[in-house]
């Protein structure tokens, strides 16, 4: 008789049999970067998760590196009074991200440093892009995020990461960066990325979500994707490596798991998957009240995603799984 049950009777068959395996250079680290010293801020929504200065995030990368994880994908918490509806600080050579890259690469020149390239944190509006006549204009916003990504690469970014969801983003952005000598800066591009409920938690911890009772949009659906669509992950995905991405992303991670397949066996570049802070935020409240428990569920998400076809997860468990790796 045919019996699958032979293959799962040890711990030793079990991981000869084993078709998912993590490692450390699976990982990509979101890291939020504040203005400071010696910070290291809790985000009430994200527990165990920290808003770092720059002295603490060169301490954060050394040990990162230490522990095998090889990059890490940088977001900024810009103090209001630098925010207005151009994106104006987000071009300044010495603002927040352009000092944090610098703060990474001199800590740890091998370390791969991503940015997130987005309107968001610097808009008084909270959008990703520049809000004209209460819409989001797409090609203006374009144009400001191909400069922005130029700051990054200046700034010594290895990869810029551009989650914005504007049309034709990607090619504006690798034309401008060849354009003023950046060939080798690489783009991360969140293709399929979802007007998701997940984002609140990151939300509050940069203090970037859509600012209610303005001349705006109150959300982000006209840019991100409607999470009910599927063929439409693939379209965007494939015009993206059209346009010059050399990595994909879908994002959120576990809803979206169908798309990472359609996805991963559509194109032929890396796929990274962004779990998101919604997800991280869920598992964290559940184990505190002691219903699930958080490692095994979080080893179990991270092989799902992975085995769903992800070749890299940004991921907030990112530390929390390398150890328990060993
Ligand atoms: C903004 C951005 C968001 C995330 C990454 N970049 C939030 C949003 O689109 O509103 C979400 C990440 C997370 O929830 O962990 N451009």
């Known amino acids: 008789m045919r019996r699958n049950r032979r293959l799962r009777t040890t711990p030793a068959i079990r991981a000869m049999v084993r078709e998912t395996h993590l490692h450390p250079g699976d990982f990509i680290v979101p890291l939020f970067v504040a203005e400071g010293r010696g910070l290291r801020e809790e985000i009430p929504s994200m527990p165990g998760y920290y808003r770092l200065s720059l002295d603490t995030l060169a301490q954060e990368a050394r040990e990162l590196w230490a522990m095998g994880l090889k990059s890490v994908l940088l977001f900024v918490k810009v103090p209001d009074t630098l925010k207005d509806n151009a994106g104006t600080e987000a071009l300044n050579p010495e603002g927040l991200m352009q000092r944090a890259v610098k703060t990474v690469k001199d800590a740890c020149p091998d370390l791969w440093v991503m ?18 006549e209460g819409r989001i204009a797409n090609d203006p916003t374009v144009e400001v995020l191909a400069r922005m990504s130029a700051s990054h690469a200046e700034a010594g970014a290895d990869m810029v990461a551009p989650s914005d969801m504007m049309d034709g983003r990607i090619g504006a952005i690798r034309r401008h960066l060849d354009a003023e ?97 919604g997800e991280y935020a869920m598992l964290k409240a559940a184990a505190e009240k002691g219903w699930l428990d958080h490692d095994a569920v979080m080893l179990e998400q991270l092989t799902a995603i992975k085995r769903a076809g992800a070749d890299l997860m940004a991921s907030y468990f990112a530390k929390d799984a390398v150890r328990l790796l060993g």
């Open 115 to 132: 940015t997130d390239v987005a309107l968001d944190p610097y808009s008084s509006f909270g959008h990703d892009g520049i809000v004209s």
């Open 181 to 277: 000598g950046f060939q080798d800066t690489g783009i991360m591009s969140y293709s399929a990325k979802y007007a998701s409920a997940f984002y609140g938690p990151f939300r509050d911890a940069l203090d970037s979500a859509p600012v209610k009772g303005v001349e705006a949009p109150r959300d982000k659906k006209t840019y991100q994707m409607d999470p009910a669509n599927r063929t439409e992950a693939l379209r965007e995905t494939r015009m993206d490596v059209a346009e010059g991405a050399d990595i994909v992303m879908v994002k959120p991670g576990l809803c979206y798991l169908d798309i990472v397949r359609e996805v991963r066996n559509a194109v032929d570049v890396p796929v990274a998957v962004y779990q998101v802070s």
